[in-house]
C-alpha cells in the first residue's frame, strides 16, 4: 500500500526518542506536521537531512508545522542522533516498520548494483486531520528542507 495525496493516515502509536509512545495523531501542529522517513541515523545524508530541517525549525514553527522524523532505529540511536546533532524535533522509532509500510516507504532499493529492501528517504505533508497534503518521493537532500518549506508556506499561508 501506498499513500496518495488526500488520503488519511491511520492512527497508531510508536515510541519516540525517549521511549514514549506517540500517536499519529498527536503529531500535527496547529496546521500540520511534516513527516519525513530517512533510512539510518547518524549517516552523512540523514544527518544533512536533519540539520537542514533543524535549520529551519523555527520558521515551520512559525507556520504551525510539526517536524517529525522517523526511522527504523530504535530509541537509544535516536537519542544519541538528536544530541550529537541538536535535534529539537521529535523522532520516532519503527523498529516493526508498521508506520513504513502504511506510508509505502519501506521498498525495494538499489545501491552499488545490489537489490534490497530499505526505507526510501520520503517526506509527507499532513494537515491537521491526518490527511496528506503532499508528498515528496526518492528525495534528494541538497535544498529538500527548503523547498518543504515553501511548500508549507503556499499551504498553509505565512
Known amino acids: ?4 495525496v488526500g488520503d488519511a493516515i ?6 519516540d526518542q525517549d521511549g514514549q509512545g506517540v500517536a499519529l495523531s498527536s503529531l500535527p501542529g496547529p496546521n500540520g506536521a511534516v513527516i519525513y522517513f530517512y533510512p539510518r541515523d547518524s549517516t552523512p545524508g540523514c544527518t544533512q537531512e536533519a ?8 520558521e515551520f514553527a512559525g507556520l504551525g508545522i510539526n517536524i517529525v522524523g ?22 520516532l522509532s ?16 538499489k545501491s552499488f548494483g545490489k537489490t534490497s529492501m ?12 491526518g490527511v496528506i497534503r503532499k508528498i ?5 537532500v541538497k535544498g529538500h528542507a527548503a523547498a518543504v518549506l ?6 498553509f499561508g505565512e
Open 1 to 4: 500500500m501506498r499513500l496518495k
Open 10 to 15: 491511520t492512527d497508531m502509536i510508536l515510541p
Open 51 to 58: 540539520k537542514d530541517f533543524q535549520c529551519l525549525a523555527a
Open 70 to 91: 522517523v526511522s527504523k532505529d530504535g530509541p537509544a540511536s535516536h537519542v544519541k542522533f538528536r544530541t550529537n546533532q541538536g535535534l529539537e524535533f521529535t523522532l
Open 94 to 109: 519503527d523498529r516493526e516498520g508498521l508506520m513504513c509500510e502504511q506510508f509505502g516507504v519501506w521498498r525495494e532499493k
Open 118 to 129: 530499505g526505507v526510501v528517504r520520503s517526506t509527507f505533508i499532513v494537515d491537521t486531520g
Open 136 to 140: 515528496y518521493d526518492n528525495v534528494k
Open 150 to 155: 515553501a511548500d508549507c508556506r503556499t499551504l
